[in-house]
């Protein structure tokens, strides 16, 4: 059982920047594709970034170029900078793991609990 616990998310304004963590309770350097989805009032959710046990990423187009995926092995993190944040951005941001590299939600097999992040303009 893999448990995942993020933090970082708040209130920035447009233009901005955070920085979201995950952590998780086991070593996933070698077991884990790492993902990041976030999910709208109202809507789906949505692949954002995953990062595989190599260390290779993929990027939804939304966030292409303004955010960046990046994990710390030894201590089994994994970090979202959010750079130039839009106020379309605002969702509530999880943190997943899975055991092949995947960008489609569904495919992840544990969940942190979410943490939010608003974008005022």
């Known amino acids: 059982q893999v448990q995942l616990v993020e933090s970082g998310g708040g209130l920035v304004q447009a233009g901005g920047s955070l920085r979201l963590s995950c952590a998780a309770s086991?070593?996933?350097?070698?077991?884990?594709?790492m993902g990041w989805v976030r999910q709208a009032p109202g809507k789906e959710r949505e692949f954002i970034a995953a990062?595989?046990?190599?260390?290779?990423?993929s990027y939804a187009d939304s966030v292409k170029g303004r955010f960046i995926i990046s994990r710390d092995n030894a201590k089994n993190t994994v970090f979202l900078q959010m750079n130039s944040l839009k106020p379309e951005d605002t969702a509530v941001y999880y943190c997943?793991?899975?055991?092949?590299?995947?960008?489609?939600?569904?495919?992840?097999?544990?969940w942190g609990q979410g943490t939010q992040v608003t974008v005022s303009s």
């Open positions: 997943a793991a899975a055991s092949i590299f995947t960008t489609a939600p569904n495919a992840y097999n544990y």
């Open positions: 990062i595989s046990r190599a260390g290779g990423t």
């Open positions: 086991v070593r996933t350097s070698s077991t884990y594709c």
